[in-house]
């Protein structure tokens, strides 16, 4: 079937009011689909290629050697519609809204989600995961089910550790606290009656300890340390009148030793029935007296003589 031959555009009637884009009326269809706009074209701004300087070839060093420069394909020159000076302001426009969706799109997803709001706004600003989370949001608008649910995750394990903290604290402050002020002016006296390292050892439940200043010149001065009798055994400090008990101390041994620091005259008088040995020097009880008062004379003479 032969197309017709084509007559223009008459048949559109006296109404359709245009300028022509193309000089003169085309013989046949195929000929005006070959025909291109005369309508005149911007001024085209030239510029030399940053790639390549304007040499037209790639000049750093690689395995290929120099070759021609994909940027402005071997031109050495580039050609923008507009200078530099505007393609660079509607660069700073596009950021700038592009800025701006970013933030709307993170400002209804933390009214929606305020607890993941606060967790990367405060407690995990600084983690890394919670920031690419937060770019996430603010580059697609909406976190993946499992994004949200590891947010909420990480969220749950921080408040854990908020409450083990808070209990640790409340725990050092009550548990931990001791009235030494008996073994301390005890431990002050024999000191001054010119024992260079006085002791003390109590009898803490089932566990025989002994107490002792720290050294002068060491980083816990002016604190006791607490050891087992035999001194093997680390159970830890008292400063300013709280215990800190070492690695390995159970809550249980922990109580027993604040209680025997606490209550340092019964608790000598219970180390030396245990174990016949004077509650200061350590040594075995003879006299009568001394096995009453668990400390040997001598040794009551110097802690709480008058």
Known sequence: MNAPAFSGFDDLGDDFDSEPVVAGTPATMEDASKLTSTKPKGVMVEERCPKCAGS????????LGHQ???KCKG???LFFKKPAAERALAREKASVRKEAKADQKLAVFESEHPQVAAWWNGAGKDFSFSLSLREALRKYGS??????????KCIEKLADKKVAAAVREEHAQLAGKVDISAVLKALTKAKKNGLRN???RLLAGDASIVIYFAAVHGANAGSLYVKSSNG???FGKITDGTFYRGCGVSDELEADIVEACSTPDAAAVAYGKRTGECSCCGRELTNKLSIERSIGPICFE???GG
């Open 198 to 200: 006085p002791k003390m």
């Open 143 to 152: 976190l993946t089910p499992g994004q949200l649910a590891a947010a909420y």
């Open 302 to 304: 110097n802690f709480f």
């Open 56 to 63: 037209g070839r790639y000049c750093t060093p690689s395995s």
């Open 232 to 234: 093997d055994e680390y």
């Open 75 to 77: 031109k050495g020159i």
């Open 68 to 70: 021609q420069c994909l």
